[in-house]
């Protein structure tokens, strides 16, 4: 390892502020509307829900906002995170395009998302708060969440998705090591997830319908408030770290890249590799290629409409424009449980519209193949939904090949696949499938659309 690398994953390179995009862009992102008065949704409609720096947060347009040294300190234990330039994928793929990708998964839960889980847990706790709930897809994020409410002594009680609930035991079992309760959901438990149950005994959940009753539930009790693992602003701010990080570290390479791909559910993971190499852009100080991969079973960006949509099943939450799949869409239960969400974030989705970043969808064979491809020739074994990415990384490697050309790549390695062993069992096993969306499918969820 050279000296320049050596020094860059000194805990002193942490990056001190998160980055705001909102600064930077020629158009602000259209506000969340209250369903009933249809006007811009205030700090009080959401404090029941958020403690108040974090509604600042969400709201802000200053360009950086300072990560507390509390958060820091958590921070300390997996960051900075390694760039590594994936060489043996190189060799294997016979490609004159340089590969590199940020490493998330050094983290306690495995993935990117404690980088916005500690923060959460950190403002709340200054607030009093003394319980958290949320949903979670995969379980990286609740497993992230109960993580982080552990260090800073806060109860912990997360609704997965029943798909992931019973495809990854091991995820809710993490989650209990940390200390949460975990449901399947749609549970028993809420209304919303009674009512979904009523008609629908064998259904596989989704974030949708998860989070409705992770809000419903926060909602009742004033000492109770919900925390979010992606698709908010404040959550993707959060997660600018990874770009930051990069950023540096790219220079130390010597290094400018031509393409950044990233996997997209809600946006967290894509926005925060992103967004400060997009400042970069808008500066003009460097023209990559930016572009997200979504799953073709959930294509919110890529089959969705932009449309002010309910970020939860049951529509308890605020409207937000958004590219969506229509809130009563739920996704056939794929392996990439991170990236069945039918909608996209508010503020991803306004940086798409202003033709700041492109978008593909993508079968989930070909992406656990490009997966099995990296963990046979980089050693890592991806979570399914980084191997989106990877899948993307591959196709774009092989075409320099055809072309000659020496692009150099970027993408970001967010989570391990290590309790996503069953997925590949399936896959090596010849029993995994693409699922097709039709478009009716779509059309009949997108028929529930909110009428302003």
């Not at 705001?20 to 009080?44: K, S």
């Not at 949903?135 to 009680?157: H, P």
């Not at 959930?298 to 449309?307: F, I, M, N, Q, V």
């Amino acid at each position: 390892m050279s000296e320049a690398v050596r020094v860059l994953l000194d805990e002193s390179r942490i990056p001190r502020n998160w980055y705001n995009i909102v600064a930077d862009l020629p158009a602000p992102p259209p506000p969340p509307l209250h369903p009933d008065t249809l006007q811009p949704v205030g700090p009080d409609d959401l404090a029941p829900l958020f403690p108040m720096e974090l509604i600042a947060q969400e709201a802000g347009s200053e360009r950086f906002v300072a990560i507390p040294q509390s958060v820091r300190d958590v921070y300390r234990l997996w960051r900075p995170t390694p760039l590594i330039r994936a060489r043996r994928l190189e060799r294997d793929l016979g490609t004159p395009a340089k590969i590199y990708y940020k490493y998330e998964g050094g983290s306690p839960s495995g993935s990117h998302k404690p980088n916005t889980a500690v923060p959460q847990a950190y403002y709340n706790a200054r607030e009093g708060i003394r319980r958290l709930t949320t949903e979670t897809g995969a379980g990286q994020w609740g497993s992230a969440l109960a993580f982080a409410c552990a260090q800073y002594g806060i109860e912990c009680e997360i609704w997965m998705v029943r798909a992931s609930y019973d495809q990854k035991p091991h995820r809710r079992s993490l989650m209990r090591m940390y200390g949460a309760t975990v449901h399947a959901s749609p549970s028993p438990v809420t209304a919303a997830g009674s009512r979904i149950l009523a008609d629908h005994p064998d259904s596989p959940g989704s974030l949708g319908i998860a989070i409705s009753e992770a809000v419903e539930v926060a909602g009742a009790d004033p000492e109770v408030r919900y925390a979010l693992g992606s698709v908010l602003n404040h959550v993707l701010l959060h997660q600018t770290v990874i770009g930051e990080e990069a950023l540096e570290q790219m220079a130390a390479f010597g290094e400018v890249p031509d393409l950044i791909v990233g996997c997209a559910g809600g946006g967290s993971n894509f926005a925060g590799l992103t967004f400060p190499f997009l400042r970069e852009k808008l500066a003009g100080r460097m023209n990559p290629v930016i572009r997200a991969i979504e799953p073709e079973a959930c294509p919110s960006l890529t089959r969705g409409t932009y449309a002010y949509d309910f970020g939860d099943a049951a529509g308890l939450t605020p409207l937000l424009k958004m590219h969506t799949l229509g809130h009563d869409f739920v996704p056939d239960p794929i392996h990439a449980g991170g990236l069945r969400y039918h909608g996209m974030s508010p503020l991803l989705s306004h940086v798409y519209e202003l033709g700041l970043f492109e978008a593909a969808a993508r079968g989930q064979t070909e992406c656990f193949e490009a997966g099995l491809r990296f963990a046979r020739t980089e050693g890592i074994i991806p979570a399914p939904e980084p191997a989106h990415a990877l899948a993307e990384v591959v196709a774009e490697a092989l075409r320099c090949k055809e072309t000659g050309e020496p692009k150099v790549l970027l993408t970001a390695l967010c989570g391990h696949g290590h309790f996503d062993m069953n997925a590949y069992d399936r896959y090596l096993s010849g029993e995994m499938e693409d699922l097709s969306l039709p478009q009716e499918q779509i059309d009949t969820a997108l028929a529930g659309l909110p009428t302003l």
